[in-house]
């Protein structure tokens, strides 16, 4: 397409075919969303500036689309206003907005585009979607398990299998520091590299702990303990030390209770390597892994203050966030099916053209999909060939022999067998044609 | 609520009760334009500034809400895109961009959020939701009718009655000018104080008429014609010594047969007096008048130029755009309908948590909507509190006294009746629940 047709960069036109596929997808989750009594909720497209600046340090403020002040104010070159970059901060806000409005817990989802200034790249792009679950104003371990089980049933709603929960909590984290004895100024930067373990190899991220300033044998109990074939184990003994590594435990322990109680065995595991990138999560943390190493599909975790420092009230909260973009594209393909009507009617003059409309609508008020020809041409053979683009399942034809007979010809656009189908009759036999499966 | 946390001037936030609302009339909204045929087009919430700026002159330009350029430009305080401002002007660009790729005719809709920095008030809204069909590519009065027949059922589908359609040509318009000899560059002038006919005294019409450099005489006869009671047959007998005015009739003549032949008699009429405001309709034009005159709930008609002045391809084109906001203000209320959930779990400790959280996965498994209680509480008082809070209509109680038995008390919330239900029992049961009618 020429380049000033196109939209604008990193953002897509969505067509009739890829939009149902997608809307497909939003309503299957919705539906195990709300079978867990998650409510919808839908802020506006942007925010005022003040509420989405600083959120997320100066990395995140560069990707924020400002909207410029407007009238007099204009030539100010300043902005007021931005677009949505999460989910998250509009829900802060409404948090505070209407706190005693909202039940208690506040279990909420939100689907709906966000907006990031990002280089535009394959799978990544400045308009997408992002599919967020959480509930506020409860510390109770059961809201992370409803979170990860509302995901799990998600994943396999939408027909994806192979994919695994990586389960682990910050205080596991944090007990494992204390066990091993890295120094507190040293423990977020340790986290952080311990967090390549997966692209890294041991030797190296031992190399980047050391330069961090942990001594080489400690870095290398440590990354051994983690690297091991029984790591779970060699962890969970270490862990047994630390005050705060044993409720860690206990809080893995316990959602794999509830957790593993409903979904297959295998597919929720502890991993006490998972660190994920945020530091503001504080308790239970989780991860997809895809299938075959993909990539993560969804995560979250439990983020107690978040939600003040984001400018809402003090809450606890947990929560999730499905990678949408990354998980409409793992789809299984649902073959060919896009159609845009199931009977196509021609209109073979203008004397005959309010009767092929009454078709249309007696066919539509079957339950089918109906148009009449809207073309300029008077040939049978143009029209059916209109009727067969649009991948209609019948056409129906109505020119002087049909009235002459009062009949219509209903023609099965497949087999091009034609039935002369009695007007009195007409409307039963379009219920019949409606209650016929597809393909 | 405190100013700080109110979404954005003009702006709303939309909580669960109020969004089904919306969601449930949209939902059956597409339903019914999908039985016409009509495909769904998504395009993103802003364009480039230059593919929006000076569509609609300079009175559109200032509404637009533009967004600032990005890193080291942001400085500049210029801005390269803008939200969109109507469904329209991407529809134009995506017909560019796409053609031969779309269907012939491109019939498409176009449900979501546009954004105006209009002054916000009672009704109207810097974000609101827009809701257009359109017809690319033929000159069929047929599509002109398919538009209108949509969204008559769209209005009906949603259990709005008492509306009109208000039916008229442009053509009909100039010939009307033909008929009473308005000067070629008087047209456009008079065209816009009849379209005051609705608001202003006859006298006062004439008054702006003469205004303009109508002679009074012309003036008298024009507005008397289309005031009279027989104004129809008047206008129409006037029309015949016009070719443009004939056709317009014929148009009309047409539209009235098809359309008439499918919604109940006096639901769409004539009314030649209808000028709709917008320079830019070539054909059929036509608004649906609310009942009680309460304004106007949807227009449209046909503009066969528009789509090439908005930088898109030369199609004819003809469509139709209904007043969401308007419409859903109208609509029948559907009662305190909101709940929650349908079956709440308690949990009286720690030890029966798992089991509890299986309940409510086994509820939902039934396609009920449940959860655990997620509180702090282990009092049975405050836990069936919650579940009323939530609206369920059930209770699942299960403690000590529960496991011994090897049963779960069912609570019916409604009636206070509770019931041992055994353990082996349970599914087949809230299997049942979900059977029973709702309320």
Redesign the interface.
Known sequence: ??TQ????SG??????AD??TR?NAFARIRSVF????F??????????LDVLLGKYGDDGD?LI????R??EH??????D?A?RYDHTV?LA??A???GS?????Y??YAIG?V?R?DRPGRGRYR?FTQCDLD?LG???V??D??VI?AVH?VLAELGLSGFQFLLNSRRVLAGLLEAFGVPDELGPGVLITLDKLDKLAPGEVIAELTGRGLPEAQAASLVGALTAGDAVEQISDALKGSDEGAAGLDEVD?LL??VG??VPGDRVVFAPRLVRGLSYYTGPIWEVAAAGGAGSLAGGGRYDHLIEQLGGPDVPATGGSLGMERILLLLPQEGTGHT??DVAVT?MD?LH??RS??FA?AA?DA??????????SGKLGRQLKWAS??GARWALIYGNAEEEAAAVTVRDMTSGEQTAVPLSGLSDYLADLAARPAG
């Open positions: 397409m020429p047709f196109d939209p604008p953002t897509r036109d969505f067509l009739a939009w149902e809307e709300a079978r867990y009594g409510e919808p909720l839908v802020t506006p497209a942007f925010e005022r560069k689309f400002k909207i410029l407007r009238g204009e030539g100010t070159g300043e902005a206003l677009l509009p806000r409404v505070a907005a209407y409005q909202l039940p208690t817990p279990k909420r585009p907006w200034a308009e509930t409860t510390t109770s059961m809201a398990a409803e089980c049933d316990a209770s509830v109680g409903q845009r009507l209109i203008e053209a309010p409309f009454a609508a539509r339950g089918l999909r109906a148009s009449v020809y809207l073309g300029s683009d649009t």
